[in-house]
């Protein structure tokens, strides 16, 4: 069973840059498909990006298409989200999230292991 541990959050001013990064432990990384979820206060979690086993499939909400990028490094066991060009409305706690398929799926209720989150807070 896979453990996740979510980093690199914190508070930037908008057009800033941020690298969210998740570690995998507990499992063989590379068979679990991962995604990228936020949440903001009030509103349900909502997928941001997701990438499949080998890094071959990527799958990235129109929200932040063109300003977010998903990666993953299997042999470090990681999983990353590099975000630019940050706004106000991407504040929100962002969730790594792994399923045991391949496929880059967006519906959150694809995913059966879960982060604790780490905050993101874009001011203007």
């Known amino acids: 069973q896979v453990q996740l541990e979510e980093s690199g959050g914190g508070l930037v001013q908008a057009g800033g840059s941020l690298r969210l990064s998740c570690s995998a432990s507990?499992?063989?990384?590379?068979?679990?498909?991962m995604g990228w979820f936020r949440q903001a206060p009030g509103k349900e979690r909502e997928f941001v990006a997701a990438?499949?086993?080998?890094?071959?499939?990527?799958n990235v909400a129109d929200s932040v298409k063109g300003r977010f990028t998903i990666s993953r490094d299997n042999a470090k066991n990681m999983v990353y989200l590099q975000m630019n060009s940050l706004k106000p409305e991407d504040t929100a706690v962002y969730y790594c999230?792994?399923?045991?398929?391949?496929?880059?799926?967006?519906?959150?209720?694809?995913?059966?292991?879960w982060g604790q989150g780490t905050q993101v807070t874009v001011f203007s």
């Open positions: 999230a792994a399923r045991s398929t391949n496929s880059a799926s967006p519906d959150v209720i694809m995913y059966g292991y």
């Open positions: 990438i499949s086993r080998m890094g071959v499939q990527t």
């Open positions: 507990g499992g063989t990384f590379s068979r679990y498909a």
